[in-house]
């Protein structure tokens, strides 16, 4: 049976080697995209995640546009590490299907609850103010959805914005909060376990040798991010963090994951963000787990074995 999902997201580069990935899987029934200001305005992610369906000749999954800004905070972007246009080197162009009709916060809530419980995983690869929005509008949204698989948050790695605070959460402290607190089964894949993901010489070749348009374009990513990463950071191979998510659903004996308690700093401003990740829990009733290990070579097998599907 395939598994029904939502995808919520800012792309974002690595957003849409995460995208282009669940696109090309045909055990994924994927309901929608639904999108958020982060890496770059909402208006551009929107734009990008219609791209990137085009592109992958996925124009039967609607695209939803969501949320401009944060739920109590002024909208920061990562223009630096996504481009201007938020894809890298790639020129964007206006994609011939258009949005969907309603919020992203309705699709979500329609889609989720319309169907029975605990049916449909819910992708997060940026902040988190949709679900947080849907949360709102529909109390029993938290008790009727799979699995909620999140890029976000950081503990012994630290920060890639702050000190302890990783960008997808820090963007959006509140809604994160709000979900965490919200008593939804979490898959969380932060700093911890995105950075054991590097994007290597080696393993971006294997990508550029996948003859689809979708591989092209990922590799493309690919290649963007690893300069930025040199000019920016310092770093040889650049981590790849959202497609982590996919990879989890699609295949989570990739990744090691630990039962825990997560809270997120909000009151703060020297610590904004933070994800305080505490393992003293019963892990009976524990409702969240934080990957501490990443397979990196079986990520990079998973995601060139489906971009080459149809090949």
Do not use: Y
């Not at 938290?142 to 959460?169: C, D, K, Q, W």
């Not at 950075?195 to 070749?205: F, N, P, S, W, Y």
């Amino acid at each position: 049976m395939k598994q029904s999902l939502i995808i919520d997201c800012d792309p974002g580069v690595d957003d849409a080697t995460g995208l282009l990935t669940a696109f090309a899987s045909s055990d994924l029934d994927l309901l929608a995209v639904t999108t958020v200001g982060g890496n770059v305005s909402a208006e551009k992610t929107a734009r990008n995640a219609r791209i990137l369906r085009q592109i992958a000749g996925r124009e039967d999954v609607p695209v939803f546009v969501g949320a401009e800004r944060p739920l109590r905070r002024e909208p920061a972007g990562a223009g630096e590490f996504h481009g201007a246009e938020g894809l890298g080197d790639l020129a964007p162009f206006e994609p011939e299907a258009p949005v969907g009709e309603g919020t992203a916060a309705e699709a979500i809530v329609r889609l989720v609850m319309e169907r029975p419980a605990g049916s449909v995983a819910l992708i997060v690869m940026g902040p988190m103010t949709n679900l947080a929005l849907a949360m709102r509008a529909e109390p029993r949204l938290a008790g009727h959805l799979g699995p909620v698989v999140v890029m976000g948050g950081a503990r012994s790695e630290g920060g890639n914005i702050t000190a302890s605070a990783e960008f997808n959460i820090w963007a959006d402290p509140d809604a994160a909060a709000e979900v965490f607190a919200s008593g939804c089964r979490m898959i969380v894949l932060g700093l911890d376990a995105t950075h054991q993901v590097r994007a290597t010489e080696d393993r971006i070749r294997t990508i550029e040798a996948v003859d689809t348009a979708s591989a092209r374009a990922s590799a493309a990513m690919l290649r963007f991010s690893q300069r930025t990463e040199r000019e920016i950071v310092g770093w040889d191979a650049g981590p790849l963090h959202d497609p982590c998510t996919v990879a989890w659903l699609l295949k989570p004996e990739l990744f090691e994951l630990a039962p825990c308690r997560i809270d997120v700093e909000t009151e703060s401003d020297l610590t904004r963000g933070h994800t305080a990740v505490e393992f003293r829990v019963e892990a009976a009733t524990a409702k969240h787990f934080w990957a501490t290990k990443a397979d990196a070579d079986g990520v990079f097998a998973l995601i060139a074995e489906r971009l080459g599907a149809g090949q």
